[in-house]
């Protein structure tokens, strides 16, 4: 990968890693704020636990996008994780943070399916 390319990968990085931050800054607040008298119990805790979700989603992508920037760094970026093949181009332009190249995330995505089907049947049995 030519640095000019690289480049390119840390601005996009960068910039969706500043616009996820300032999401969360605001959002954080809301999500710890005590229940106003004035508002339904049940209806704040509804949206409490879907602002969340939001923000484990979020953070989670914040994370990713973390990762991707210390691999920018230490030289590994565009790597896949898992078969070590370079990610291709198209894939990185779309999703930065791409961690797999899409056969394997398509085998992640599976796997992640499974576990959590499973996880649902545990929980009905
Ligand atoms: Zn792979």
Known sequence: MTRSELNTYMRMLAAKRAELAKGLRNRGVIAIEKTPDAIDEGQFAGERELAIINLNRESALLRDIDDALSRLA???YGTCLHCDQQIKPKRLEAVPWAKYCVQ????ADRQELAESIEYVEQLRA
Do not use: K
């Not at 394997?104 to 085998?107: G, M, R």
């Open 104 to 107: 394997c995330q398509e085998t």
């Open 74 to 76: 230490d030289g590994s």
